[in-house]
């Protein structure tokens, strides 16, 4: 059976990606959690994936003897070992789009990732308003994730980006929780993509093991208002 390694799953938007590309295919795999306690050399998150992948990072899939690292390497590696999913859309023009847009978001939107860290648990509307007021590029990272959702749902027909579950509404399911978090503005078409992907089991199970974990870590959220 396949070895999913992930990190606390409240924090890990790269981890999500394959896990709830796994879980939502019905892939069989076994769930690793490790704790994010640092990240330093020597904490025990290191130690841990020292012996699973020279990366020392999650994700990481074990198949066998084989580890992959790298949630699109992992993503690739999957389509490929159960090609009768359909992860990516069976039409070529769309696979390479959709290829496209997971690279984009492998890549990008590093304002957004900065400026909103992953934290499922939290509703955190008043930081989200002051970061959209002051974050120019914060901003245009949405314009851009409005302008890719809008232009994969009109030409694919919905309900997700390229009609059915693919990997790329596994790469964006993070992303879609984030500007849930903090509250961004998005359109009318937008929001209701997003309450499509937070609707898929997946994802669902994603959150409520998140919102189970009860286990806050002061060095993933610095962008926490502090009373005064």
């Given at each position: 059976m396949l070895k999913l390694y992930i990190g606390n799953k409240n924090y890990s938007p790269w981890a999500m990606r394959p896990w709830v590309l796994l879980r939502q295919a019905g892939?069989?795999?076994?769930?690793?959690?490790?704790?994010?306690?640092a990240f330093s050399a020597g904490s025990g998150f290191k130690r841990t994936l020292a012996a699973v992948t020279p990366a020392g990072k999650v994700p990481a899939l074990v198949d066998g003897e084989l580890a992959v690292w790298d949630s699109?390497?992992?993503?690739e590696y999957v389509a490929e070992r159960f090609?009768?999913?359909h992860l990516w859309p069976r039409d070529a023009a769309q696979r390479a789009r959709a290829r496209s847009i997971c690279a984009e978001m492998h890549s990008g939107f590093s304002a957004l990732?900065?400026?909103c860290g992953m934290n499922i648990e939290a509703h955190l509307p008043e930081v989200g308003a002051i970061i959209w007021r002051d974050r120019a590029d914060v901003r245009a990272d949405v314009q851009r994730l409005t302008d890719i959702w809008r232009d994969a749902l009109a030409a694919s027909g919905g309900p997700l980006l390229f009609g059915d579950f693919t990997i790329?509404?596994?790469?964006?399911?993070?992303?879609v929780l984030r500007l849930q978090t903090y509250a961004l503005p998005v359109s009318d078409e937008v929001r209701g993509y997003m309450d499509r992907v937070r609707a898929l089991p997946a994802v669902q199970e994603w959150v409520a093991g998140a919102l189970a974990e009860h286990d806050?870590?002061?060095?993933e959220e610095?962008?926490?208002?502090q009373a005064r």
């Open positions: 892939i069989a795999f076994e769930e690793v959690m490790v704790r994010m306690d699109l390497a992992i993503a090609p009768d999913k990732r900065g400026a790329a509404d596994a790469f964006y399911a993070p992303t806050f870590l002061a060095f610095p962008y926490r208002l």
